[in-house]
């Protein structure tokens, strides 16, 4: 359990940091297009720092996929979510971020909301799940990717308006945190075929199964649309709206898709049915334009 939670914080740590060294080195490309993904990668390989960001959020990859083996979901994106803190702290003495009053304060009940959710943890939750039907996994994925891309076209086309309000980036945040969603799933359902201590066997279990699949389409998609999102809008905005929603899909459908137990106290169910709604309502509240600086 213990070594899970330490596996946690350094997923956190390395998450946070790669985040901000790929923000750090996009300000100085050229502008990037979901619309061309050749072209993003093809540019984002060039830069050192980028390079040094995604090998920080690789590292985290691994890590995660050992809290995965340790802890329940709910309870991982819990811990998880603690990583904000760090990351708003790092923007702004990095990247010189400002979030604005209102931004802080939804951020602030988007915590609140994700303590209930974690607060509803109950013993019957410590138990790990390993696996789940995948048909069932596909049959919650490839909807929610449909969405996610769907709802990033979206976007797009909104922001190619000309004489628009630059936006934020909060739809760009749900779309991303939409497919980083299904990816905690396919990290979930892998590191419960890596159970054998034969490599052989580890690898056919695995390729089996849709989890690698998933793994390298929200990877090559998620980094596509996320880098060009990353470069127009603010760090300290929209990867925490993007953790907000990966976290809560995770939490909320792993738990049903994997077997993990719900509570059976009603409190708990309830802290974690208001804790979610709060969440989302939040992020659906949310402004979503840049509000002005003062002089």
């Known amino acids: 359990m213990w070594w899970g939670v330490g596996a946690a914080l350094t997923a956190n740590?390395?998450?946070?940091?790669?985040?901000?060294?790929e923000k750090r080195a996009l300000g100085s490309l050229p502008p990037l297009s979901a619309d061309r993904p050749l072209r993003v990668v093809g540019l984002l390989i060039t830069s050192?720092?980028?390079?040094?960001?995604?090998?920080a959020l690789a590292a985290g990859f691994v890590a995660q996929l050992v809290v995965y083996r340790a802890l329940p979901i709910a309870a991982a994106q819990g811990i998880f979510v603690s990583g904000l803190v760090l990351l708003l702290l790092l923007s702004s003495?990095?990247?010189?971020e400002r979030p604005s009053g209102r931004e802080r304060q939804a951020l602030?009940?988007?915590?609140v909301a994700l303590l209930m959710v974690v607060a509803s943890l109950s013993k019957g939750d410590e138990e790990v799940s390993t696996g789940a039907p995948w048909m069932l996994v596909l049959l919650v994925s490839v909807?929610?990717?449909?969405?996610?891309?769907?709802?990033?076209e979206r976007v797009e086309r909104r922001a190619r308006r000309r004489h628009r309000v630059p936006t934020n980036g909060i739809g760009?945040?749900?779309a991303v945190g939409l497919l980083y969603g299904v990816s905690s799933l396919a990290i979930k359902g892998a590191s419960g075929r890596l159970t054998s201590t034969n490599v052989i066997?580890?690898?056919?279990?695995?390729?089996?199964?849709?989890?690698?699949?998933?793994?390298?389409?929200?990877?090559?998609?998620g980094l596509v649309m996320s880098q060009a999102a990353l470069q127009r809008c603010r760090a300290s905005l929209i990867v925490p709206v993007c953790t907000t929603v990966t976290c809560l899909f995770t939490a909320v459908v792993g738990t049903l898709t994997f077997g993990e137990r719900l509570p059976e106290d009603p409190w708990l169910l309830t802290f974690r049915v208001a804790g979610t709604a709060l969440a989302l309502s939040v992020l659906l509240i949310m402004p979503r334009h840049d509000e002005p600086q003062p002089a």
């Open 108 to 111: 602030g009940l988007v915590l």
């Open 48 to 55: 050192p720092l980028w390079l040094a960001g995604s090998l």
């Open 13 to 21: 740590l390395l998450y946070s940091v790669g985040f901000v060294l």
């Open 143 to 152: 909807p929610t990717l449909a969405a996610g891309l769907l709802l990033y």
């Open 93 to 96: 003495a990095v990247l010189g």
């Open 172 to 174: 760009y945040g749900v």
């Open 201 to 221: 066997e580890s690898a056919k279990a695995l390729l089996g199964s849709p989890y690698p699949y998933l793994l390298l389409f929200t990877a090559g998609a």
